[in-house]
């Protein structure tokens, strides 16, 4: 064991083949963190309760930042005492469990091969995981024009477009492209901001607080939204200085301060939203219809945006069928007008509606 007061410092000996900035570090950070889990945000805020939620959010992101502070910390501090310049997760857990007890040293070699276990399972499902979700969020938006195809076709086109990008062994290369994503990331965001704040209903009609018996699933959704240990520990190991990767105004507190920012807004108002009939991905509560529809079906008075909401109006498609007529929606379209004639697009918004529901008796 080298002595404690050693001044080796193994981030000044750290050979970094293609580093990266620290903005560039706080791009790759941010994208690393929000993925799919947001979406279940709003439905995590209807088992704990507004209020909670807010508060349970806050003390796990703490929880988490702390917990990857501890183990970058001891990382470093492995690296010191064996004097070399970085030592992974699992070099780092053969060596910390060395150090320990005897007991321990019968298991060190059986610690590291866990540690590359998890790295490696945590990595393999989280890609499972978003291959999933874009197949059937691309399969949802293909039948909307053309016949269904079986997901597992997606899956598979999906996956070796995937394949290309997942080959591109340095990070460096990746910052542009998770730029351009952050960036589509919070558009997407603000897209649907426009329903969520659209219409909310009164505050009063949603819990503050939860039942006791539903906060483990809060938990379970909250952690998978902000757990991505192994992306964090491959940015602080490409960084040009890891030294700024924590501490207070460190690139994890910084990029962390957005996205739980990000999280309390979506979660809070998705929930705030929709209530107990959010969906497992809000994106499922969103309607079909452009939003310009629903503010001017509610201004008009044909309709208040939470009906149509569950009328599902579309004019996604070119032609509807009615019966045994076909409907131009795009012709239809054209003649909508609600800037000069509110009542007429009302009217045309409502036959569109007509168009799918003809059982329906809807007003014009």
Known sequence: MTDDSDPYDPYTNRDVEKPISDIGAFILLVKCIIGIGVLALPLAFSYSGAILGIFLLILTSCIFIHGIHLLIYSMVECSRRTRVGYTNLPDSMVYAFSQGPKCFKYISKGAGLLGDVVLCLSAYLVCVVYLVF?????????????PAIDIRFYIFIIGLVAIPPFCIMYLKYLIPFNFVANILIYSAFAMMSGYIFHDLPPFRDRNSFGDIAEIP???????????SVGVMLAIEKRMAKPQNFLGWFGI??????????????????????????VKGHITRNLPHEPFSIITTSSQTGYGRSSSLHHRRLSVDSPLRIRGDRYHNVALLEQKWQPEASPAKGAHIANLLYDTRNPECNCPS
């Open 134 to 146: 874009a197949s059937s969020s691309t399969k949802v938006l293909v039948e909307l024009y053309f």
């Open 217 to 227: 699933k809060f938990l379970v959704r909250v952690i998978f939204s902000v757990t």
């Open 252 to 277: 994890v507190n910084s990029a962390f301060l957005l996205v739980i920012i990000t999280y309390i807004i979506f979660g809070f108002f998705g929930y705030w939203r929709y209530g107990n009939d």
